[in-house]
């Protein structure tokens, strides 16, 4: 009767058969709940990994002054202002010839009408002036343009000389930057993976009910894992190729190694389970109150090194003495 007793006060939570830690389905919802804003959070980070990637990171855009020198600029802008003068020149002009023609074309109809005409011959002249002006405006721009245009033709090439070399430098730089971002976001999911599984272990050999936090933890990092590798696979750079590989074989590794240290941790408590289910504790048979095991034939009873009395094969304590 006392031993029926003192087997029902156990560890809240857990089997008596085999000492595993029950989950309720509150639990269970709070553990969802708080994988989500784990995730949240874990998420933001891995998005503000950039912006500290970026903070010491060159600009990847030069001005035009910082690529060449001022008389250089100089020699590209009165080359462009001589060009607008030929077109602003060539635009009076043909405005010129336009007014020529309908002036002539007056005083012609006059004269041939017997008209008096000595006002549309004085318009008809002005036309004439003003097509000579606009003649010699248009020479002289031209001149500008073509005395202007060989210096800046040379100014024009360095210039896309430099910004083709200041674009590769942008592109090796974010290249750099982007190998930087990559490589912190790697280590981030790397660390919570990590301690995920540490903090799993631990809260499982010591039978703790925050088990589900750690298992909310885990899955957090699960959608980590997921939102990365789908980053860099629809990503334009050559990350593509090797992000998600990259990923994969991180949280393949520390996955195992967790699930290793487990399967170690669970094989030193094969024993004692089976103790405690009345079994053999090297093969599992039923034990049936015998000194030796009838399935393997090895002894389950054995002297305790304290008191000398007998005890079970693979209790974690001596039954008569308490002794380890």
């Known amino acids: 009767m006392s031993g029926r007793k003192r087997s029902q006060f156990r560890l809240a939570g ?33 998005v503000k990994l950039d912006d500290v ?5 060159p600009s990847f855009y030069l001005p035009d002054r ?43 109809t006059a004269l041939e009408a017997n008209q008096p005409a000595t006002e549309l ?7 004439q002036a003003r097509l000579a002006s606009a003649s010699r405006e ?16 040379d100014a024009g090439q360095r210039l896309t000389e430099q910004r083709q070399d200041a674009a590769k430098r942008a592109d090796d730089d974010r290249t750099r ?12 999911l790397a660390l919570m993976l990590g301690g995920a599984y540490l903090l799993l272990g631990h809260l499982r050999s010591r039978h703790s009910r925050y088990l589900p936090a750690a298992l909310a ?17 629809d990503s334009y750079l050559k990350f593509d190729e090797v992000g998600p590989l990259a990923i994969s074989i991180v949280g393949i590794g520390l996955t195992l190694i967790a699930f290793v240290t487990l399967q170690r941790f669970l094989a030193k408590r094969v024993p004692a389970r089976r103790v405690r289910r009345g079994e053999c504790p090297f093969c599992g048979f039923p034990v049936r109150d015998k000194p030796h095991c009838e ?9 305790c090194s304290s008191c000398q009395r007998d005890r079970r094969v693979g209790t974690a304590r001596c039954g008569f003495c308490g002794n380890a």
Not at 85 to 104: F, H, K, M, N, W
Not at 121 to 127: H, P
């Open 14 to 46: 857990t089997r008596s058969g085999d000492g595993e830690i029950e989950t309720t389905g509150v639990e269970k919802l709070l553990a969802v709940v708080l994988a989500v804003f784990i995730a949240i959070g874990a998420v933001w980070t891995y």
């Open 295 to 303: 399935g393997c034939g090895r002894a389950v009873v054995a002297d």
């Open 177 to 188: 930057h982007d190998r930087i971002v990559f490589v912190l976001r790697l280590v981030l």
């Open 217 to 233: 933890w885990v899955g957090a990092t699960a959608v980590l894992a997921i939102v990365m590798a789908a980053d860099y696979t």
């Open 66 to 108: 910082r690529l060449i020198d001022r008389e250089e600029l100089s020699a590209i802008e009165h080359h462009r202002q001589a060009v607008r003068s030929v077109q602003g020149a060539r635009s009076d002009r043909r405005t010129a010839i336009r007014q020529l023609e309908i002036r002539r074309e007056a005083y012609r």
């Open 121 to 127: 011959q004085a318009e008809y002249e002005t036309a």
């Open 138 to 153: 248009l020479a002289a721009a031209v001149a500008v343009e073509a005395q202007t245009r060989p210096e800046a033709a």
């Open 53 to 57: 990637a970026t903070r010491d990171s």
